[in-house]
């Protein structure tokens, strides 16, 4: 009992002096009366050009800008569009798009016999007198959203937050395209932006009748300036005149419309439609920044991004201009200078005007660095960091299928040779054996080859670059290995490599993670699914290759006095340092492996050094847990609402929502992981480590027993990584991934340990 108080202790000490520095509160004050959000579909950075677009390049020089992620999104959804950007914008949350639902329509319009109100009020039931605009398809799209219901997607959230706090809301403009049997082709993403929950924005104009014929433009008609100007002057005019915060959302059109065409025409024309498309989109940001008030926020905004076929949509450039807003826009969603997501508009917009951000908006506040950098620089990083996204997310696919195939039909050959060997003559047993091993550690050198390529070429801007320093940096260090083995003897290559991961991965999170911005075996700016941290895949590389790392280091000099002091304290204390990496809020945010990685690690100590499992053991770990989640909760609870991570939000959300809250990230976590098992390559994997594992124990039990007898450090490393892994997958939200990645160097480990004693084992006529 003595040693678990002891052991408690020093995590508790090491836990509170890791993390003393305070953290400054901003406050939430309103900032600006008005919050003014032009729609800007297919945006690029080479767009921000003083020749093509005046307005926006002035405002992004003065203003703070940033990659927007738009390419997350509801699992339900199909396709992207500008209205799925809308109502995600609208949510706060990822939501869906009926593709059938019917569009936003100004009051007057004409609608099935009769107006758009009347419409609405049979639809809805709701009375939307008063209002300009209604949303006649919000029934018909809330049961859509309906099919992912633990997204807690609730449309209009946006536009009721300022309704509740006494303000209004605005929308003009459309993006209506082209014509079918029943008449226009519409799409009106301005209106779904700034609904209120009932569908209704009380004032604007997103009719027909902001638009001119034209014949040489995309479906024969464009935005009429003109009539956009009068009426977006009428509802300034209106807003001026109502108390508490305004919220107005613009949309140009022609950007929507230009793109819709483009299938249709050859490519010089439609590179003349876009352009002509921005510059009524920089017109209209000129019309929202000539009558923007002092203490205005003007925010250029694409809700879907550009994508050819066969391509990666990449991130698109967010520009915010207003007092306080200058340098590169980041918020605590990525945690990284320059990168937003389109979560973050929503609640960007309630802190603006001081409004209290719902429990259903999922993003957090934007905020700028007030760096002084010229424009030219900015928008020349923020584009290279976008392109080398691309270029990473492009090549991923077949780099991490062809690892887990290499590595899979390296355990069927090994296992095929440990099972034959006895059949072949002593030089075929030698060169399997070597090679063999060989093999191995080039396996275990991609982990860390996929973090120190960026060494090489930072910012890789094409998907052959990526490749070329991927391979080479691989090279590198499987040519390290090599000489290990040559110098160290055999066990050296699998320590070196796999704490060489431990290293590069834990000095990239405590420097901010400049080399896990993207990565082959990381989380991806793209996809979304989190932007910062070590994520699972990081979190199970890093203690898988710690711990079987630590495990062979302890066999290579079990006869040294230091090794069973490293054991009693060396696995906690590097247990500690992995778990902390892995999910303190400021650095890995992944809080799961603070039951996990103690789970897993515990176990590695017990049996490492032959200690009874009983219940102070078992209370033991529990109150280490507890501690850990408490001063994470403790660290990440003291930064304001716009600075905290997946931790401090869960109890916000419960705050705010109450248990249930939890309930619902629990249940939402469950079905991503059930998703996830059968959706991810993974998988296979697994299933050949653990099969190799289970024939290796039932087959050849000689050869299989005796590697873990003479490395009894390895032993425990290898159930440490079954415990840890197993408690992985029923904590974590995408679980099958970790043992996955984790069983990784616990089958490298085994395998090159059985091989490397195969020559011997033959040569004294042992049976498998």
């Not at 059949?423 to 091993?437: A, F, H, P």
Request: proline share 5%.
């Amino acid at each position: 009992m003595k040693r678990i108080a002891i052991l408690v202790l020093v995590l508790t000490l090491a836990l509170a002096g890791g993390y003393a520095a305070p953290i400054p509160a901003s406050g939430a004050e309103a900032s600006s009366s008005r919050v003014v959000l032009v729609l800007a579909p297919y945006l690029q950075w080479s767009d921000i050009d003083p020749e093509v677009a005046p307005a926006i390049h002035a405002l992004a020089q003065e203003g703070a800008v940033g990659n927007i992620n738009l390419r997350s999104r509801s699992r339900i959804a199909t396709t992207d569009s500008p209205l799925q950007g809308a109502l995600t914008f609208s949510a706060g949350s990822w939501a869906a798009a009926d593709p059938v639902a019917p569009q936003p329509h100004t009051v007057e319009e004409y609608y099935e016999g009769g107006t758009a109100l009347d419409a609405f009020t049979r639809m809805t039931g709701v009375d939307a007198t008063g209002y300009d605009v209604v949303f006649l398809g919000l029934p018909r799209t809330v049961r859509f959203n309906e099919r992912a219901a633990t997204l807690a997607v609730r449309l209009g959230t946006l536009g009721q937050a300022v309704a509740d706090a006494g303000g209004v809301t605005a929308a003009v403009g459309n993006s209506d395209s082209g014509y079918e049997v029943r008449g226009l082709w519409r799409n009106r993403p301005a209106a779904v932006v700034a609904m209120d929950e009932d569908g209704r924005v009380p004032l604007g104009n997103v009719s027909s009748d902001l638009l001119v014929n034209d014949p040489d433009a995309p479906f024969g008609f464009a935005t009429d300036l003109e009539a956009f100007a009068a009426e977006y002057e009428r509802v300034v005019e209106a807003v001026a005149e109502q108390e508490g915060p305004s919220f107005i959302v613009l949309d140009a059109g022609d950007p929507h419309r230009a793109r819709e065409v483009a299938v249709d025409v050859t490519p010089a024309v439609a590179e003349a439609h876009r352009l002509a498309a921005v510059s009524t989109l920089d017109s209209v940001v000129k019309m929202a920044a000539d009558s923007l008030p002092d203490d205005g926020v003007l925010m250029v905004v694409p809700q879907v991004l550009a994508r050819e076929a066969g391509t990666v949509a990449g991130l698109g450039p967010a520009v915010i201009y207003g007092p306080g807003w200058s340098g590169y826009l980041s918020s605590s969603s990525t945690q990284r200078n320059g990168l937003v997501t389109n979560l973050d508009v929503a609640a960007t917009v309630l802190g603006e005007l001081g409004i209290d951000v719902p429990v259903e908006v999922l993003g957090n506040r934007m905020v700028s660095d007030g760096a002084g950098t010229p424009l030219d620089d900015r928008v020349a990083t923020l584009d290279a960091a976008n392109r080398t996204a691309i270029a990473v997310d492009s090549a991923k696919p077949p780099v991490i299928n062809g690892f887990i195939a290499a590595t899979t039909i390296l355990l069927l050959l090994s296992t095929v040779a440990l099972l034959r060997a006895r059949l072949w003559n002593e030089r075929t047993v030698g060169l399997v054996s070597v090679y063999g091993r060989r093999l191995m550690m080039l396996a275990l050198a991609v982990p860390p080859a996929s973090l120190l390529m960026f060494l090489f070429d930072p910012r890789p801007a094409t998907t052959t670059d990526a490749l070329v320093s991927f391979f080479i940096t691989l090279a590198i260090l499987w040519a390290i290995g090599l000489a290990l083995e040559w110098f160290a003897g055999p066990r050296m290559p699998v320590v070196a490599l796999s704490l060489l991961a431990v290293l590069v991965i834990g000095v990239d999170q405590l420097l901010g993670a400049p080399l896990s911005f993207t990565s082959f075996l990381g989380y991806s700016p793209l996809l979304g699914a989190r932007y910062y941290g070590l994520g699972n895949e990081g979190a199970a590389l890093i203690f898988g290759a710690a711990v079987i790392g630590l495990a062979m280091l302890l066999d290579e000099y079990r006869d040294r006095r230091w090794v069973r002091p490293a054991g009693l304290w060396g696995i906690p204390l590097l247990g500690l340092a992995v778990t902390w990496i892995g999910a303190a809020p400021n650095l890995g945010a992944n809080v799961a492996v603070a039951i996990w990685g103690v789970v897993g690690f515990g176990a590695m100590w017990v049996i490492y050094n032959g200690i009874k499992v009983d219940w102070r053991i078992v209370i033991g770990s529990l109150v280490v847990m507890v501690l850990l989640i408490g001063v994470f909760s403790f660290i990440d609870m003291r930064a304001d609402t716009g600075s905290q991570s997946h931790l401090a939000r869960a109890w916000g959300s419960m705050a705010q929502g109450g248990v249930s809250e939890l309930w619902l990230i629990a249940v939402r976590k469950i079905e991503t992981n059930i998703r996830v098992l059968t959706r991810t390559n993974w998988s296979y994997l697994l299933i050949a480590v653990l099969a190799f594992l289970g024939f290796m124990r039932w087959r050849p039990q000689g050869d299989f027993a005796a590697t873990l007898q003479e490395n009894p450090g390895y032993s425990a490393g290898m159930a440490a990584c079954l415990i840890g892994g197993l408690a992985a997958y029923v904590t974590e939200d995408s679980g099958i991934v970790i043992p996955a990645l984790i069983m990784i160097y616990v089958g490298v480990g085994i395998l090159h340990l059985m091989l490397w004693r195969l020559p011997q084992s033959v040569a004294e006529g042992g049976r498998g």
